[in-house]
């Protein structure tokens, strides 16, 4: 019932739905300046099983890959890097 609610209310996938969630997570964590984690330590931690899928998952629901948000962050004006 919930996958069909799902696919009929929001137009997507029980695995869509949830991956939306993991890469909301994701890309806080990859953002947030005090995290050091490597983006396969992030992955793992978000629910994904290997780096390849979340990368895979990533770029199709952001546009970018993790490691270019990553970049973006260092990038960033004001952006601290100790």
């Known amino acids: 019932y ?7 209310g929001l137009d997507q996938n029980f695995f869509e739905f949830v991956n939306g969630f993991r890469v909301s997570a994701a890309e806080r964590c990859l953002s947030d300046p005090a995290d050091q984690r490597t983006i396969l330590e992030v992955a793992l931690a978000c629910g994904f099983g290997s780096k390849s899928t979340f990368n895979a998952v990533f770029k199709r629901m ?13 990038d960033a004006p004001g952006a601290s890097t100790a």
Do not use: F, Y
């Open 62 to 74: 952001t546009g970018r890959t993790p490691g270019e948000l990553r970049r973006a962050r260092i």
């Open 2 to 8: 919930i996958s069909q609610a799902l696919n009929q």
